[in-house]
């Protein structure tokens, strides 16, 4: 199970931070990612970490937003900084999970998503 928190209201210019917890019988986690979808858009891809491709960006939000990981709590952050009005949008957690049964079942999980709105 993923669980975001933090999003929330800001004004352009603002900053916010969002927050993943995966909870649940966990053996590992590869990749964690973070997409948003704005009311009548496609999801997207905002930005991910793994621990065999490393950190991606979507040219959009480089050098504006980073991600980090912490493997000891299976949490991941995106620090939003710089927020444009265009960066309103629901911000959904993923990650690629592997479970502690004993078949190690691997699958992509989602969370429910936390509400991002930036005000100009």
């Known amino acids: 199970q993923l669980a975001e928190s933090g999003g929330g209201l800001a004004p352009a210019g603002g900053s916010l931070t969002l927050s993943c917890a995966a909870s649940?019988?966990?053996?590992?986690?590869?990749?964690m990612n973070w997409y948003r979808q704005a009311p009548g858009s496609q999801r997207e891809m905002v930005a991910g970490?793994?621990?065999?491709?490393?950190?991606f960006y979507d040219d959009s939000v480089k050098g504006r937003f980073t991600i980090s990981r912490d493997n000891t709590k299976n949490t991941v952050n995106l620090e939003m900084s710089s927020l444009k009005p265009e960066d309103t949008a629901v911000y959904f957690c993923?990650?690629?999970?592997?479970?502690?049964?004993?078949?190690?079942?691997?699958?992509?999980?989602w969370g429910q998503g936390t509400q991002v709105t930036v005000s100009s």
């Open positions: 970490i793994s621990k065999t491709l490393g950190t």
């Open positions: 993923n990650a690629y999970v592997t479970l502690a049964d004993y078949s190690r079942t691997s699958s992509w999980y």
């Open positions: 649940g019988r966990i053996f590992s986690i590869d990749a």
